[in-house]
């Protein structure tokens, strides 16, 4: 049995998304989400997907969203990035069952400052959803992690109680992640901050389930965004199952492993600290800034290796009448990053082990 067995290809919502998540959970894989930024990163990744035929989760953050919108209009009130991750998500809507993959749908760290964000989004998944019977999105992560335990529980339950109805899957983040993206810096944090306490994730559990189960937990064990120097990043990943263990003993039910939890700061992890994430529950990791680095690649060796092509329209090493379209078309330079960027996507997928899954 296969991915395809349970869920249906395209953009998962409602309790397709937790079938998918307890089937990794299950099988021992976990799920790379990759950052889009623009059309083009959206169609590399889900191109990858297809080829390897594994499930995929597509993801926006704020920054991003205002990008796919455009760089031109104003974000002071949040416009843009509501407008731009509306704009992703319809897209990605449009193209993914083409694919043939099934695709979750999510927009990445909301801290308290960005809620504005957040609730734009929300607010097309409630119109969608009386159009459609069904959210645009299949989750949201609310990151406010930089706030007391107490706020950060009692502000995701009062979005997730407005989620639930619409067949919305709620990530949450408790414990910090450090370094620094989308303008986010956690660079200065105390080291203390970055690994989450088993009592803690428990009373996150406690709180969400309460309402609905369709919910995951990023806990916190050394992650930081960005790629590092070889040691410079502890990361515990076993920490993971002792997370799980006291969930468990909480419990006192048969269920084991009980909690699907997420990876931030996946880039530059080394396999072994994947493969131990991904044994205690993890069943989503992010990608990102070396997804960033692999589409650049393509672009840069492409750029370097024509450069006496891409210096004037017309004239290069094979005539002085020689046209030169065919190398600065920006389907031909695009494409190149599409192509390494796709190569990354299929490596993050083998090391967590979502190959030929469907």
């Known amino acids: 049995m296969g991915v395809l067995d349970i ?28 950052n889009v930024t623009s059309s083009s990163v959206a169609n590399a990744v889900l191109e990858a997907a297809r080829d390897i035929k594994s499930p995929i989760i597509l993801q926006v953050s704020q920054g991003g969203s205002a990008f796919f919108a455009g760089k031109g209009l104003a974000n002071d009130k949040q416009q843009a990035s509501i407008t731009g991750a509306i704009a992703a998500a319809h897209h990605i809507r449009t193209v993914a069952k083409a694919y043939g993959v099934p695709v979750v749908l999510h927009s990445d760290h909301c801290a308290k400052k960005l809620l504005p964000w957040f609730d734009g989004m929300l607010q097309a998944d409630e119109a969608y959803f009386a159009q459609h019977q069904e959210p645009l999105f299949s989750s ?3 990151d406010l992690s930089e706030e007391s335990k107490e706020e950060n529980i009692a502000t995701c339950v009062t979005y997730f109680k407005r989620m639930a109805p619409l067949g919305l899957w709620l990530e949450m983040e408790i414990g910090i992640t450090g370094g620094e993206e989308d303008g986010v810096d956690n660079t200065g944090i105390d080291s203390s901050r970055l690994y989450t306490q088993p009592e803690d994730i428990f009373d996150v559990y406690t709180a969400l389930s309460a309402i609905a189960p369709n919910f995951s937990i990023a806990a916190a064990f050394g992650n930081v965004h960005g790629v590092y120097k070889p040691g410079n ?16 003993e909480k419990l006192a039910n048969s269920q084991k492993k009980p909690l699907f939890l997420v990876f931030h700061g996946g880039s530059g992890s080394t396999k072994d600290e994947i493969k131990t994430a991904v044994q205690n529950g993890v069943v989503k990791m992010n990608v990102d800034t070396d997804t960033q680095f692999s589409y650049l690649a393509g672009i840069r060796d492409f750029v370097l290796g024509k450069k006496d ?41 083998t090391d967590l082990g979502n190959v030929a899954r469907l």
Not at 9 to 34: C, H, M, S, W
Not at 312 to 341: F, I, M, S
Request: aromatic letters at 10%; a positive charge.
């Open 7 to 34: 869920v249906p290809a395209g953009v998962l919502t409602g309790d397709n998304v937790r079938k998918l998540f307890q089937y990794a959970k299950e099988n021992q894989f976990a799920i790379p989400a990759i």
């Open 140 to 142: 949201h992560m609310l």
């Open 233 to 248: 990043v502890r990361l515990h990943p076993e920490l993971l199952n002792k997370h799980q263990l006291y969930a468990e």
């Open 309 to 349: 092509y891409l210096l004037t329209q017309v004239g290069n090493p094979e005539g002085a009448d020689k046209p030169n379209k065919k190398y600065y078309d920006p389907r031909v330079w695009v494409r190149e990053g599409e192509k390494t960027l796709s190569a990354r996507v299929k490596e993050a997928c």
